[in-house]
């Protein structure tokens, strides 16, 4: 072939690195392809310039080679700069506009303050004016700040690809293995037909997993075509996100809040977020007692807890209160003495399998509970292993194959790598017979991907920081997964008190062998696990002492608010989105502000819990969570080739229009009395002496209810003017978290 393709060669080179790279390419006798955001990198040697926009997809060719290429950024770069002035000028304004905001805010409230001497309701419609004046003032000054983060040379001109003239022969395009590369791929070929410049040449795809000379040149070897089902289904993908985002944000900013938007991944992910919230808020905790025994044991303590309490079986909620769990707890004391004997000694072999190599999905999670990483930071730290490193002689070389995989399956060269390795440090005990070969759950997973792995596993570690953290983590799973499982003995002990009448149970775990546990575990959200206690070895007929019973307390939990590993395993579960997007995903609704975090927790804010109501109110189906994962199951179809991604589209728009097209149509008044009653139950809570929640507590014969305003969702008083109570959207008037005032 006569062209060769460079992705971002530039990357972390030192000018050693960058002159020796530059004398290659001007030494080969052959055009080069570049995928580079360093303008220092082309050269006058390039005939022909194509700018391509990666997320529009749009080309602009500059037939006139470099000199018409300059030409055109030195325009851009003027435009830009004049944007820039403009913006510098509007951030002044802005931050004046700020401070004069938060002068009036602090007027108010000194007013407030005096008038409230005569008027309690004068003084609270003026605090609210003065709050609503401070919200004001934050959010002008953000604006400023997002003005002042303007990066004039990236708004000027940022360069996607150049490509030079058509090799003599043929050529070979290598964008990321992906579907969104497969698209890349797509574009670049059908912009040298329009040019005219394949005259009957074909544009051969080459695609590798991993950035090392062994797959570049294996793939080079083995060129394929570019699959047209995969671009339409990219082009599907991206075309349902576009009809969704800029037909739905504009009704929310109609008949809800401006600033407001939705998506069709982003709303069903924030949807699960509230509806967590929604349970927890609902949950009812309800008491209940445990009681356990301290045992000893010449070889080691242990502890049992009861089972069975006068001849019944003993339930989580057979003891409810402190008195009854006391009386229960003296009875066995009594009953039992200073022994328990042991009736029944149980224990049965099993074996734990090690966990498949890691998915984009299951990386995120495991780095979200070992490492603490966000699933952005993570997908960050992953690009940058696979983009790789400066390594002495051999220079850049990627150090794990491609991150963006739903494929759990690995390349035969590399299961006889890792063999190798278990081998020499573990011996050839925890070698099981064969491979191990794992299924993939999802159902289009690209098995042409491989996990996520090494991409030399002589190399235990690399990097420095969070990448050496990082590859740790991926090396020991990948390793772990190709060996033996491990053999646990798992021993229950069933004993009883002196009258029969009650008996207690302890259980515990032994490992007898480690097999991969000698190297990895995967975590767990969960840690309190009953089995992994240990046990001395007991037999039918002993009586280890008993020195205490006790009684412990218990409130049943509601479930735990999402964190990003969980919140990224319940999508995959439920086939929202792809694993690729999900780190975008959070990282949106966290911009957006409709979520916020709390030890790693995430919990809805208000305008979250305003985009979700209205949208179940107006648009259930499309933020539900079944009609979400058909999609994502009709756009695997298109990419299989079993259905046209016209038809996906079509059927998608044909309800969508009319519905969006209905909700615009409906008064805003009726939007917030819908929203009222879909709210009602986080608006205004049952209060616990069962009086009405909705009874304004200023004049005492108003009605509460949901009103809307250019700040916002507030509750107000149904007597307004005469009554001007008002308080913020949060249930019961607690403190809640929202950019607005």
Known sequence: FDVFLLDEPTNDLDLDGLDRLERWILGLDAPVLLVSHDRSFLRRTITDVVEIDHHSHRATWFAGGWESFLAERDLAQQHARERFDEY????????????????????????????????KNIRSFKLNQTEQLAGKAARTQKAAERLEAVDEPREAWELRLTIPTVGRSGNVVATD???EGEAISWHISEILKERGLLKGKEVNRVVFTEITPKAVLAAVANPRKVLLNLVDAQQARRALDYLVGFNLSPVLWKKVQRGLSAGRVQSPALRLIVDREEEIEAFKNQEYWSVEAECAHTQQAFTARLVKLDNKKFEQ?????????????????????DLLHVTDVS???RKRRPSAPFITSTLQQEAARKLGFTTSRTMRVAQKLYEGFAIGEEGTVGLISYM??????LSDDAVSEIRDVIARDFGTQALPDKPNVYKTKSKNAQEAHEAIRPTDFTKDRAGSGDHARLYELIFKRATASQMASARLERTSIEMVDGTGQTALRATGQVVLFPGYLALYEEGRDDSDDEDARRLPRLSTGDAPAKKAVNAEQHFTQPPPRYSEASLVKR?????????????SILQTLKDRD???TDKNRFTPNESGRLVTAFLERFFERYVSYDYTAGLEESLDDVSGGRMAWQAVLEAFWRDFKPKTTEVMETLPSEVTVALDEYLSPFLFPPKDDGGDPRVCPNCGNGRLALRGGRFGAFVACSNYPECKFTRKFAQGGSPFKSNAP
């Open 88 to 119: 510098d000028n509007k951030r002044s304004a802005l931050q004046q506009r700020a401070q004069r905001e938060r002068e009036w805010a602090t007027q108010g409230q000194a007013k407030a303050k005096k008038s409230g001497e005569t008027d």
């Open 177 to 179: 293995p992906d579907r």
């Open 317 to 337: 909620f057979t003891l409810t209160n402190s008195k009854d769990a006391n009386a229960a707890r003296e009875r066995i004391v009594k009953a039992a003495g």
């Open 347 to 349: 224990s049965k072999e």
């Open 404 to 409: 963006r995989t739903d494929s759990t399956s």
């Open 571 to 583: 999508m995959e579960e439920l086939g929202i989105g792809r694993p690729s997007t999900y780190a």
């Open 594 to 596: 409709y979520v916020s």
